[in-house]
């Protein structure tokens, strides 16, 4: 058997000649001595194959190198989050996706602003007591907060329920969307989608005397709300809802 130092020699002496240059007898004689590992299903690659790609392959996985090398050092500059990372909510961030008390619809007065679990019963209409359990004691639930306007005709909700996953959000997004939609809930028949968010739509009803009007949708992991009664413009409605997103984002 060949010595593990004839090998060398003989790889040494391809490494100088180069794959078009040396007789195929080295390269059988380098066949018999690489040890190799078989593994199931693997399709077996000729040596004198590998030896003709290894040169170039050397020179695309120093590039690749480089470029990992550039990533990660981007990244690390850049406070950690990837390229594209989402945002990463916190509850504090409540307080300024949330429609402010401070800066409520020309016209119309703060009434008030809750901030704890209290927000997860705030848009159920259909259920009181023990009935509403399911819907305080959502999976994942972090925080919430909502502030409510008013004038003499019309009200606003602005509402926002932070979850530890984009999952707990989404089962809790159906929740509340079936509240809107039952006839014990809002009775709101008509659904369009929404242009923000990852999912969501606009509801409104096709009786003209249910004038309520209700934009809900998720951004990841969580659930906002925009809601109106009354004659309220839905456009205003609209841009409200965008506006919050945007702070979500």
Same mark, same amino acid.
């Given at each position: 058997?060949?010595?593990?130092?004839?090998?060398?020699?003989?790889?040494?002496?391809?490494?100088?000649?180069?794959?078009?240059?040396?007789?195929?007898?080295?390269?059988?004689?380098?066949?018999?001595?690489?040890?190799?590992?078989?593994?199931?299903?693997?399709?077996?690659?000729?040596?004198?194959?590998?030896?003709?790609?290894?040169?170039?392959?050397?020179?695309?996985?120093?590039?690749?190198?480089?470029?990992?090398?550039?990533?990660?050092?981007?990244?690390?500059?850049?406070?950690?989050?990837?390229?594209?990372?989402?945002?990463?909510?916190?509850?504090?961030?409540?307080?300024?996706?949330?429609?402010?008390? +401070?800066? !409520?619809? /020309? %016209?119309?007065?703060? &009434?008030? *602003?809750?901030?704890?679990?209290? =927000? #997860?019963?705030?848009?159920?209409?259909?259920?009181?007591?023990?009935?509403?359990?399911?819907?305080?004691?959502?999976?994942?639930?972090?925080?919430?907060?909502?502030?409510?306007?008013?004038?003499?005709?019309?009200?606003?909700?602005?509402?926002?329920?932070?979850?530890?996953?984009?999952?707990?959000?989404?089962?809790?997004?159906?929740?509340?969307?079936?509240?809107?939609?039952?006839?014990?809930?809002?009775?709101?028949?008509?659904?369009?989608?929404? +242009?923000? !968010?990852? /999912? %969501?739509?606009?509801? &409104?009803? *096709?009786?003209?005397?249910?004038? =309520? #009007?209700?934009?809900?949708?998720?951004?990841?992991?969580?659930?906002?709300?925009?809601?109106?009664?009354?004659?309220?413009?839905?456009?205003?409605?609209?841009?409200?809802?965008?506006?919050?997103?945007?702070?979500?984002?």
């Amino acid at each position: 058997m060949t010595s593990e130092r004839d090998l060398d020699h003989v790889l040494d002496r391809w490494m100088d000649d180069g794959p078009t240059v040396v007789a195929d007898r080295v390269i059988a004689t380098a066949m018999t001595d690489v040890h190799t590992t078989r593994q199931r299903g693997a399709r077996w690659v000729l040596l004198k194959e590998l030896f003709m790609t290894m040169k170039p392959a050397v020179t695309v996985l120093g590039v690749a190198a480089v470029a990992i090398v550039a990533i990660a050092a981007f990244q690390i500059l850049a406070g950690g989050e990837g390229i594209g990372a989402p945002r990463v909510l916190t509850a504090d961030d409540l307080a300024t996706i949330v429609l402010p008390a +401070d800066d !409520g619809p /020309e %016209g119309m007065r703060h &009434d008030i *602003t809750y901030d704890d679990e209290r =927000t #997860l019963i705030r848009p159920i209409i259909s259920v009181t007591g023990t009935d509403a359990v399911p819907y305080l004691e959502q999976p994942g639930f972090v925080a919430g907060r909502y502030t409510e306007f008013s004038d003499d005709l019309t009200g606003l909700l602005s509402w926002g329920a932070l979850f530890e996953t984009p999952e707990d959000a989404q089962r809790s997004l159906a929740l509340y969307a079936e509240e809107v939609q039952s006839d014990d809930g809002y009775a709101l028949d008509n659904r369009a989608g929404v +242009d923000f !968010g990852d /999912e %969501g739509a606009f509801y &409104d009803a *096709t009786d003209p005397a249910n004038e =309520t #009007l209700v934009i809900l949708w998720r951004n990841g992991n969580l659930v906002l709300a925009a809601g109106t009664y009354g004659p309220f413009d839905p456009d205003e409605l609209r841009s409200i809802a965008k506006a919050m997103d945007d702070r979500a984002n």
